[in-house]
């Protein structure tokens, strides 16, 4: 339920000029107007891994053209296998492809992997500890679809799966860099997809991907961010923004959050700056909780704050205003901090 | 320093005559049983009722259709044997052991503490295990995703499954039988053992699943049923798949009607249950009795 819309006339009214209604088919508009974007990253980088690497094949659930997949199936038809509406079929037969010595990128949403084929998931690949690439697409709330697409607790449920690597990207730059480290790492691993044209980010900052490590993005005295996802993107604006205010800000980047890299992110948080999670997960079972469990099994007596989404069943509408109403807007990390810090 | 050894079989020479390989098939199907007992009484319990019932399905597909070898089981042109009901491990170690794939000696460990023989089949643990079953419902998955590997890379391997009557209830099964034939896998054979039983009784009261025949060819299977204890009948169906449908690109499947306790009138006769109890005393009859049917007489 919309609970701000003040975007309709009121009952009667008929000179008015109706306004523009924001729509939930926004769907790819997380990024800024007028941002540095690149299309379909996930695709290129994949058609690019596979032109070194004669093993690796891709397959999808009937949603190829949306998980950018169809780049990598246009260049490689006779690699890509098409699996149909059928999320249990799609990761058992990834399973039985890598138990022949492929490398298998296997891409549906996110709600369907995580929630549908964890089972196949489980037992077919991460227990035999088989190279699978799992390729989640809307992880979070990247789509106004509702609960039924937005994968808002994805990370909480494949957490706990044993031998799986996990890795929340936050831009272009992130995606095309992970995907030849993903192929190359043994076991599964799950990719939270950001599709379509998607931003350039880490480009202004010195950075490189690598699977396992927490990069320190900007220095900053008076807080930490520790951030994944598109929220790197949004940790690195209102860090900006926070400068307006006197406020010293850094950001470390954790874009794998299993096996996390505790080290780096504990050495961090171990100071006397205001310590902030950032996450487009669910509080519940996302990064906070990784590095709340990183702090505590470590002694560490330090407070955390969470930027993430509540534990409930999100709304449907357009992105934009949704993550304003959950906090994930630059604004309103800007504002709770400020808040924080009285 | 000589090639190993590979298992050829009458898929490869198409030169054994016909009642030579049910011979050879009938008394490899005695030994699984007779293993099968054996390991039971060691376990005072376990799923011996399915594994004497699928002892023919298992023999026919080790001893007459398997390529592979002994000493490597991890030989790359293999063709793979797909357990998807892992509670039927009890069986298919014996047809393991029967292949040379696992000792004889080592049966004795099954089920225990650090054994590479568990109870429920997993491919981490036991040589010649290719999944790890148990979740039903998914090996036909796995086994499509093989098809599609081995195809793709050019090997003449052939992929086998094999699945129980219950695992007909899961959807994901249906999922793969579509995707089998949509990918039109001719190397790809799947067996059921339709023995009318599962967890909480008899499969038309827990989930009608018949007409079974008629799903699998709606699917687009090449299908047949035969009494899964009838060694020449099963031979045949596969000599029928091979010649009718892997050339076309259709997969096969083999719908095998099969008794639980097969063999062991004592066990054939007792309550069908799914995880059959036998008292201390018995094992010894059962053996007997296996042993008089095998060698004809009546116990």
Redesign the interface.
């Given at each position: 339920m919309s609970t701000t819309s003040t975007t309709t006339e009121a009952p009667g009214t008929t000179t008015a000029v109706k306004p523009k209604l924001k729509t939930s088919a926004m769907i790819a508009s997380f990024a800024d107007p007028g941002q540095k974007t690149a299309p379909a990253p996930f695709g290129h980088a994949l058609v690019k891994a596979a032109q070194e690497n004669e093993k690796i094949?891709g397959l999808t659930a009937d949603l190829g053209k949306y998980t950018d997949m169809h780049i990598f199936a246009k260049a490689f038809p006779?690699?890509f296998?098409q699996?149909?509406m059928?999320e249990?079929?799609l990761?058992?037969?990834?399973?039985?492809?890598?138990?022949?010595?492929?490398v298998?990128f296997a891409s549906t949403y996110s709600v369907f992997a995580a929630r549908r084929a964890y089972?196949?998931l489980c037992?077919?690949a991460a227990?035999?500890n088989l190279n699978v690439n799992i390729v989640g697409g809307l992880p979070g709330l990247t789509t106004g679809y509702g609960p039924s697409h937005q994968a808002t607790e994805d990370m909480a449920i494949f957490r706990g799966m044993p031998n799986l690597t996990i890795v929340d990207p936050c831009d272009s730059i992130d995606i095309e860099q992970a995907v030849p480290q993903l192929a190359a790492s043994e076991g599964p691993t799950y990719l939270r997809l950001l599709r379509g044209n998607v931003p350039t980010v880490l480009d202004e900052y010195d950075y490189t991907f690598e699977l396992g490590k927490a990069k320190v993005l900007r220095g900053g005295n008076d807080v930490v961010f520790i951030s994944s996802g598109l929220m790197t993107m949004r940790a690195l604006q209102a860090a900006k923004a926070l400068a307006a205010h006197n406020v010293d800000v850094a950001v470390v980047h954790t874009p794998t959050i299993k096996p996390f890299d505790a080290e780096t992110v504990l050495a961090e948080i171990n100071t006397d700056r205001l310590a902030v999670t950032l996450e487009n997960h669910s509080v519940v079972g996302g990064l906070f909780e990784t590095v709340a469990s990183a702090v505590v099994t470590a002694g560490v007596g330090k407070r955390v704050v969470p930027v993430a989404l509540p534990d409930q069943f999100l709304d449907a509408g357009a992105l934009p205003t949704l993550h304003d109403r959950y906090g994930l807007a630059t604004d309103r990390i800007v504002a709770k901090v400020l808040a924080e810090l009285g | 320093m000589t090639a190993p050894a590979t298992h050829l079989t009458d898929h490869d020479t198409g030169t054994t005559p016909f009642d030579e390989r049910v011979a050879a098939v009938h008394s490899a199907a005695y030994r699984i049983r007779h293993h099968a007992l054996n390991m039971g009484e060691v376990q005072g319990q376990g799923y011996v009722g399915q594994a004497l019932g699928a002892a023919d399905m298992l023999a026919a597909v080790y001893g007459d259709q398997l390529r592979f070898r002994a000493e490597d089981p991890h030989w790359e042109a293999r063709d793979r044997f797909l357990l998807s009901t892992g509670h039927y491990a009890i069986g298919h170690y014996a047809a393991l052991a029967e292949a040379g794939i696992v000792p004889v000696e080592e049966l004795e460990t099954y089920g225990s503490d650090d054994s590479r023989l568990p109870m429920s089949g997993m491919s981490t643990y036991t040589p010649g295990m290719e999944i790890s079953g148990g979740s039903l419902g998914h090996g036909l998955t796995i086994a499509v995703g093989m098809a599609l590997g081995l195809r793709y890379q050019g090997s003449s391997a052939r992929v086998f499954n094999f699945l129980s009557d219950g695992e007909l209830d899961e959807g994901s099964t249906w999922e793969a039988a579509m995707g089998a034939h949509h990918h039109q896998l001719g190397n790809l054979t799947a067996m059921v053992d339709i023995n009318a039983l599962q967890a909480d009784g008899k499969t038309d009261t827990v989930l009608r699943t018949e007409p079974v025949t008629e799903k699998w060819e709606s699917f687009g299977w090449y299908t047949q049923r035969v009494d899964g204890n009838d060694v020449g009948a099963l031979l045949a169906a596969f000599d029928n798949a091979a010649a009718q449908a892997a050339a076309v690109g259709r997969p096969s499947v083999i719908l095998c009607d099969t008794k639980v306790g097969r063999g062991v009138p004592l066990l054939e006769n007792r309550e069908k249950a799914h995880f059959m109890r036998i008292e201390e005393d018995e094992w010894q009859t059962c053996r007997e009795q296996l042993t008089a049917g095998y060698e004809g007489k009546s116990a």
């Open positions: 094949v006779a690699r296998f699996m149909g059928a249990q079929l990761f058992g037969a990834a399973a039985g492809l890598a138990e022949t010595g492929l298998p089972d196949f037992l077919d227990e035999p | -």
